[in-house]
T-cell receptor, first 113, second 114 residues
Framework: DAMVIQNPRYQVTQFGKPVTLSCSQTLNHNVMYWYQQKSSQAPKLLFHYYDKDFNNEADTPDNFQSRRPNTSFCFLDIRSPGLGDAAMYLC????????????FGSGTQLSVL | AQKITQTQPGMFVQEKEAVTLDCTYDTSDPSYGLFWYKQPSSGEMIFLIYQGSYDQQNATEGRYSLNFQKARKSANLVISASQLGDSAMYFCAMRSNSGYALNFGKGTSLLVTP
């Protein structure tokens, strides 16, 4: 029944070692988002795709990249993770209309050693 | 720029009682949407309720209602008849109708006690 699926649930990487987080959706939504949520903080939008159009937030570090090869899948690539990148990463989707709510996955908790 | 403020870092409520979680916002956008999400310890963000800035009536969804006061720029969430399963973090969020980004407040941790 899961509609937005994130894998893995927990990811451990080493300082500076590239890591990729995955998100897939069964909702056929146009828009996909990646949020970063550090401990006890609000989720912060990193970027979003409207179909294949990529929209980066102004303060998202260059270290963070994303790919959306098709409607269903979206990836978050962290090229050289630092200790400060340890966080929960949340993927979300929404339909085209701006009133539409976001559907979130369960998140991937990233640890950087 | 948008700003969402949740001034209550933590709240307690007894089971079956009602509780109000505060949210104020600031925006220069004339048209926007306000959302409340629940985040249990499992981490998933669960949509609760939506209010459009031009909606005339306050939104309701089951035990959740949104007390929208546009002139005061407040969008408080009211949970009636609290249940133990309501214990979670609650986030107020806003999106301008000219964009897709959903911006969140810092959240309020709600604990429902027996």
């Amino acid at each position: 029944d899961a509609m937005v699926i994130q894998n893995p649930r927990y990811q451990v990487t080493q300082f500076g070692k590239p890591v990729t987080l995955s998100c897939s959706q069964t909702l056929n939504h146009n828009v996909m988002y990646w949020y970063q949520q550090k401990s006890s903080q609000a989720p912060k939008l990193l970027f979003h795709y409207y179909d294949k159009d990529f929209n980066n937030e102004a303060d998202t570090p260059d270290n963070f990249q994303s790919r959306r090869p098709n409607t269903s899948f979206c990836f978050l690539d962290i090229r050289s993770p630092g200790l400060g990148d340890a966080a929960m990463y949340l993927c979300a989707t929404s339909e085209q209309g701006k009133r539409e709510k976001l559907f979130f996955g369960s998140g991937t908790q990233l640890s950087v050693l | 720029a948008q700003k969402i403020t949740q001034t209550q870092p933590g709240m307690f409520v007894q089971e079956k009682e009602a509780v109000t979680l505060d949210c104020t916002y600031d925006t220069s956008d004339p048209s926007y949407g306000l959302f409340w999400y629940k985040q249990p310890s499992s981490g998933e963000m669960i949509f609760l309720i939506y209010q459009g800035s031009y909606d005339q009536q306050n939104a309701t969804e089951g035990r959740y209602s949104l007390n929208f006061q546009k002139a005061r720029k407040s969008a408080n969430l009211v949970i009636s008849a609290s249940q133990l399963g309501d214990s979670a973090m609650y986030f107020c969020a806003m999106r301008s109708n000219s964009g897709y980004a959903l911006n969140f407040g810092k959240g309020t941790s709600l604990l429902v006690t027996p």
